[in-house]
């Protein structure tokens, strides 16, 4: 009787012992589980915020170029009407986007409308920058000059703007612009750079 009572208390033990293994087994795996939602949980929550900022950059990308499309539009339809049959109108009409007063007195955005393709996209931020004006209230060009001319060849030139900048303080600094064009393929004028 003693071998089956031992008997019994070791079959007993084994089933105790295995029963809290297969306990602990699904603990630990409840616990595992527990732990991977939650990582699966915070990594939708991420990526979720991730989406809502690629939504926010869409839109801010999509609104750019609208301005830009806007701007663009508008001005280089503008431009378009103005008389750039020659780089000296066109640099008379740059000179006169820098004046306080006059056909266009500070207006960046007509001088962005009289640049090149290429000269457009260096000067673009610069332009917006300004809010589509020209270099703020001061200083502004009280008159202006074509003091040179150099071709390059038929379709490019350089010319020299020779300006009286003026302030408050001031009755006007002497300065050069220098003025790249070339004669694009409908025949007008454009800037390809300035300095």
């Known amino acids: 009787m003693k071998k089956l009572t031992l008997g019994l208390i070791i079959l007993f033990l084994v089933i105790f012992i295995c029963g809290c293994?297969?306990?602990?087994k699904e603990?630990?795996?409840?616990?595992?589980?527990?732990q991977l939602q939650q990582e699966v949980s915070e990594l939708e929550?991420?990526?979720?915020?991730?989406?809502?900022?690629?939504l926010s950059m869409r839109g801010e990308i999509q609104a750019f170029d609208e301005e830009i499309e806007f701007w663009g539009w508008g001005v280089q339809r503008f431009a378009n009407k103005l008389d750039r049959t020659s780089p000296e109108k066109v640099a008379a009409i740059y000179a006169q986007t820098l004046m306080n007063s006059g056909d266009y007195p500070k207006n960046g955005a007509l001088q962005?409308?009289?640049l090149s393709e290429n000269c457009k996209?260096?000067?673009?931020d610069t332009y917006r920058s300004l809010g589509w004006g020209s270099r703020g209230s001061s200083p502004w060009v009280q008159d202006y000059k074509i003091t040179k001319?150099?071709?390059i060849?038929?379709?490019?030139?350089?010319?020299?703007?020779?300006m009286t900048w003026k302030t408050s303080a001031?009755?006007?600094i002497p300065g050069d612009t220098i003025l790249h064009m070339t004669q694009n393929n409908d025949g007008n004028w454009e800037i390809t750079k300035i300095l």
């Open 149 to 151: 001319k150099s071709e």
């Open 112 to 114: 962005y409308g009289l």
């Open 121 to 124: 996209k260096e000067m673009l």
């Open 170 to 172: 001031d009755n006007g």
């Open 27 to 34: 603990t630990v795996k409840d616990i595992k589980i527990a």
């Open 45 to 54: 929550s991420k990526a979720a915020m991730q989406q809502e900022e690629i």
């Open 21 to 24: 293994a297969s306990e602990n």
């Open 153 to 162: 060849d038929g379709k490019s030139v350089i010319i020299t703007l020779s």
